[in-house]
């Protein structure tokens, strides 16, 4: 996108509030709350092209995963890793909706902001590629290296 151009989602109206009934007791908050967490979810999933191609790779390590048979703690670990990446993708999105929020104009702060959140997602993706070469690597290896 254009740096200094406003955001699709800064021109657009504000999105319609889930229903505005009054929740009746706590665990109404409760579920409403999952409403609005599910629709931050949602939101990411349609608006950020790297949050659909991490959902991509995902679905392919996992089946690779159950082709190599990984054990429970490697399963464990690649999930961590998936989350992390998710979940720093997700704070990107953020940051670059409050930046929006705060100034549709040039600003080196603006520009720091949305720079360190998208370096953020660089670096657990770099990671967590590290960390699925020491997880397949060695399963790998059997695979096309061994003799029998
Ligand atoms: N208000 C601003 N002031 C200064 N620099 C900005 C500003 N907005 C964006 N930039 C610069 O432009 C880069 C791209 O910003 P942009 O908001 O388009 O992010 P993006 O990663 O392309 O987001 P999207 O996922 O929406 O495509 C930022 O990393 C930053 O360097």
């Given at each position: 996108m254009n740096q200094l151009s406003p955001s699709p989602e800064a021109t657009k109206p504000a999105p319609a509030p889930l229903p505005n009934t009054a929740p009746k007791s706590e665990f109404a908050k409760f579920v409403r709350s999952f409403g609005y967490a599910f629709r931050g979810l949602g939101y990411t999933i349609r608006t950020q092209r790297n949050a659909r191609v991490h959902i991509a790779v995902t679905s392919l390590v996992i089946v690779l995963g159950a082709i190599l048979h990984l054990s429970a703690i490697e399963f464990a670990i690649l999930l961590v890793t998936i989350s992390a990446v998710f979940i720093a993708e997700?704070?990107?999105?953020?940051?670059?909706?409050?930046?929006?929020?705060?100034?549709?104009?040039?600003?080196?702060?603006?520009?720091?902001?949305?720079?360190?959140?998208?370096?953020?997602?660089?670096?657990?993706?770099?990671?967590?590629?590290?960390?699925?070469?020491?997880?397949?690597?060695?399963?790998?290896?059997?695979?096309?290296?061994?003799?029998?």
């Amino acid at each position: 996108m254009n740096q200094l151009s406003p955001s699709p989602e800064a021109t657009k109206p504000a999105p319609a509030p889930l229903p505005n009934t009054a929740p009746k007791s706590e665990f109404a908050k409760f579920v409403r709350s999952f409403g609005y967490a599910f629709r931050g979810l949602g939101y990411t999933i349609r608006t950020q092209r790297n949050a659909r191609v991490h959902i991509a790779v995902t679905s392919l390590v996992i089946v690779l995963g159950a082709i190599l048979h990984l054990s429970a703690i490697e399963f464990a670990i690649l999930l961590v890793t998936i989350s992390a990446v998710f979940i720093a993708e997700m704070f990107n999105t953020v940051i670059e909706a409050c930046v929006d929020l705060i100034t549709p104009d040039y600003h080196p702060l603006a520009r720091i902001a949305k720079d360190v959140a998208a370096g953020a997602v660089l670096a657990s993706a770099i990671f967590s590629i590290l960390i699925g070469l020491c997880i397949f690597g060695p399963h790998l290896w059997v695979v096309f290296f061994s003799v029998h």
